[in-house]
């Protein structure tokens, strides 16, 4: 008599419900139409997802990235009645043999899509246990707008604002480097809901003013943006509907002596902001490094120069990059890490050293070239490093 066989075990692809935000990113970058949604879920069909991985990066929650291995998948009904996600079915132990080998080739897929030169980021060590998830759509948190002001020059062609939001008696923890969502009121051009927009926050995690249950953000208002228009146009006293928080590895390392490397765009100083001030606030006599990398189009249109002018050199060494300056040549912060570096390669040498690179996509390129240019100068491999970094928690790269 012929042994009986066990099921063929699968691994399900499927989208936490209690952490997506109905942002539509996922089922916009899937090629095949596998991600699809109603007016709860957004689900995956098994039967079509070919684990090509395209929907993984673009996430902004992390709430794609969910697998369960079974021998019989769950429906596109079942995963529309969820409220959140069901626990890993008990297999047994027969099955576990062919659990581990789907999981080793996945999880290799997974691992090489998370995009960018970042890959899968991993928080720092000594960062502190963040809070996530605490407040979605269907039950989202309020906050009342408290301060709004410009941060760019009233010609500049960029419009950039900072914007206090208080949350009353309501604990809404936040760590730097974490990100809100605001909710736009109103419906678009189909009657559907506006999507969630996400924002890093600008401020330390013990409030924009110390010991309150606040929180800043720098947001750049878009000719067409529907939720940034909202949030430029707010008015003390507004209220404002927030969803959060969000981020569990862009984190900030609470070891004063790290070392840390910040290089950014325009609003991609807003988590920058609160790293630098938590670090002035509360170790201002740290032995570890911060060093700022700012690129902006002129300074006129760079949020927070003037405050930044006021840091001192002892705690924030700062580098700016300006690339339409009438009558001088175009800068990038690329230029300035290779001009400076010298300075970098003793810093990446560093096991201490941290680095994070936050903003418009179209420089992480630039960057990284940079970066491979400075550490083949020192006889270093930029590669292998940047794979040593992103393991060990110490690299981190927010593009988009």
Not at 16 to 33: A, H, K, V
Not at 69 to 81: A, F, G, I, N, P
Not at 194 to 211: C, F, I, K, Q, T
Not at 219 to 231: A, D, H, L, M
Request: proline share 8%; hydrophobic share 35%.
């Amino acid at each position: 008599m012929n042994a009986p066989t066990s099921p063929a075990v699968v691994k399900q692809h499927l989208i936490d419900p209690e952490i997506c935000i109905r942002c539509n990113t996922c089922e916009e970058m899937c090629p095949i139409d596998a991600i699809t949604h109603g007016d709860d879920n957004y689900v995956v069909d098994a039967s079509i997802c070919n684990f090509c991985m395209d929907c993984i990066a673009p996430c902004p929650t992390g709430a794609i990235d969910n697998w369960r291995m079974v021998t019989e998948t769950w429906s596109l009904d079942d995963q529309h009645s969820w409220s959140d996600l069901p626990p890993q079915p008990d297999l047994g132990g027969a099955a576990m043999g062919a659990v581990e080998a789907i999981d080793d080739e996945v999880d290799a897929i997974i691992a090489s899509a998370h995009g960018g030169a970042g890959g899968k980021s991993v928080a720092p060590k000594s960062a502190s246990k963040p809070s996530i998830n605490l407040f979605n759509r269907s039950k989202p948190a309020v906050a009342t707008v408290t301060g709004i002001y410009r941060l760019t020059a009233e010609d500049a062609s960029t419009d950039i604002r900072h914007v206090i939001l208080d949350f009353g008696d309501v604990p809404f923890p936040v760590l730097e480097g974490q990100s809100i969502g605001i909710v736009p009121p109103g419906v678009d051009a189909k009657g559907e809901p506006h999507r969630v927009r996400l924002y890093s926050v600008a401020s330390p995690r013990h409030g924009e003013r110390p010991n309150h249950n606040n929180l800043s953000l720098t947001v750049k208002r878009e000719p067409n943006g529907v939720c940034s228009n909202y949030v430029c146009d707010l008015k003390r006293g507004d209220k404002v509907t927030v969803t959060g928080p969000f981020g569990a590895t862009f984190l900030m390392p609470d070891d004063p002596a790290a070392n840390i490397v910040m290089v950014c765009t325009g609003t991609g100083s807003a988590p920058f902001r609160g790293m630098t001030e938590w670090r002035r606030r509360t170790q201002p006599n740290a032995p570890g490094k911060l060093m700022l990398f700012f690129g902006a189009r002129r300074p006129e249109e760079l949020p927070y120069f003037g405050p930044l002018q006021k840091v001192p050199e002892s705690l924030l060494t700062k580098f700016f990059a300006w690339s339409r300056v009438p009558n001088e040549p175009k800068v990038y912060v690329q230029d300035l890490m290779r001009r400076e570096a010298a300075t970098m390669v003793e810093l990446l040498k560093s096991p201490a050293t941290h680095l994070y690179l936050c903003g418009l996509k179209d420089m992480e390129h630039g960057v990284d070239e940079a970066l491979a240019d400075v550490c083949r100068g020192a006889g270093m491999s930029w590669e292998s490093l940047r794979k040593e970094m992103r393991d060990q928690g110490r690299y981190h790269v927010e593009t988009y």
